[in-house]
């Protein structure tokens, strides 16, 4: 069954993967071939600023909640039936992850306290992230009309952020929190890339869409990632389960 449930979710999976990637590459033509008029609309870079940095504490918040993260991963009470409201506490999640073995290269260990690589990563990087909106929307910082830099950087931190999950040395929390940090700092550098190239309230806020679209992706595929591991284990006796 749980075998089945990937299965059906990897065409949905590899559409997410493709679209996103394809958006990657239409933030890269717009940095270097804006086309239309610019747009010098006064309040454009504090709208567009306001709206990722919202983006930006939604995420966080998301992110240092366990609960909340549980039911996005859905690690789900399956044995017969059972829902029961305690299934998250005590010693059967760690970093909101079963406590089995099989998920230690997803938690750092911080003290007593463990907690989720991803989620803490990318609350760190979206914090970057806001006093990157601070400084660029709402203050005087500019990477130029052709910002080669931190446009390159920034898609290199969205890839590395969408498909951490499935390439090879991704095997310890550390890597998983870096990648994580990446991802939401480089979709705040393509942002402002596009941003001081095209000067395009419209280009801008589709980039912001954009970013939303690579949380999805990143989301469905960690959950995909979770699904595998469940679906390898060969224990019969486990209460939970990614469905």
Known sequence: MKRNKNKRAEPFLAFLICISIFGIALSVVFTFYPGGAQ????????????????????????????????RVFSFDKNAKGQNDSNAWEGSSLRGHHP???????????????????TCTGFSVGAAVGLVGVGLFFFGHLSFGPRPLIPLAVGVFGVVLGLLHSVLPGFRRGFSRFIASA???????????????????????????????LWLVTDTTLSRWDHRRICAKCPSVSCSLNCS
């Open 99 to 117: 406590a089995c073995g099989k998920f230690s290269a997803h938690v750092l260990g911080a003290d007593d306290r463990v907690l989720c690589a």
């Open 182 to 212: 990446f991802f939401a700092i480089g979709s705040f550098l393509i942002l402002a890339s596009v941003e001081d190239a095209a000067h395009n309230t419209s280009i801008d806020l589709f980039i912001v869409l954009l970013s939303v």
């Open 39 to 70: 747009d010098y609309f006064g309040l454009r870079k504090p709208m567009v600023g306001s709206t990722f940095g919202a983006l930006c504490l939604l995420g966080i918040l998301a992110s240092i909640y366990p609960r909340s993260c549980s």
